[in-house]
């Protein structure tokens, strides 16, 4: 049987680096069916909801996308990539993906919290469906709008950064 040729440490960071954007950005692919089950089966759920969504915002999305750049700065040096348009792309996706989270993705999702709690108070002693407010309604949309230009930009970046476009 052939001996596999030992790894380098090139291969090692660019594991890292693959294992990085799989666990910051695997889960915003699921937020949308996270809202959907919420809204459909249990509107009293929803404030928990967001308090996870901006929790995991906090503890992996943005850790992992610090780990994505350091690993993804040490690839660039060690391969002579920084003149490459895929690398300045991955910078630019970063930095967008970084100030849409910290500056949108978290502050809406603590709003929606509130205002969620707010409406399911209001219609304790209901018994019929919970009517969620217009103001509530907003902030979703606006979160699932951020969310889904998020995912597409994380696809996009993938694309590039396999394609090693401008290499
Ligand atoms: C959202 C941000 C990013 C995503 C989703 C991403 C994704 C990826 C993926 C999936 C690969 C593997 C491609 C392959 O081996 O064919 C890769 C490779 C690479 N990435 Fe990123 N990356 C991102 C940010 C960055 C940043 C900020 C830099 C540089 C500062 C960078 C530099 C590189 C380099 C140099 C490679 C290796 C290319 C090679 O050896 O062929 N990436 N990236």
Redesign the pocket.
Known sequence: MPIPPAASF?EVV?AV??MA?VV??GVIFAYPIMFAVGVRHDPRGLPLVHRVEYTIERMLINPG?LL??V???Y??S??H??S?F??QW??G??IV?GALVGAVMIPTAKRAEEIAARDVAAAAGNEGEIEMSAEYRALVRRLSSVGALLSL??LV??LF????LG?
Do not use: K, P, R, S
């Open positions: 090139y660019l680096h693959i954007v910051a950005f996308l994505v750049l690993a993804g700065i690839l660039a060690e391969g990539y920084w490459d895929f690398v991955g910078l996706a970063v993906i930009l994380v970046t993938i950064m396999a394609l090693n290499a």
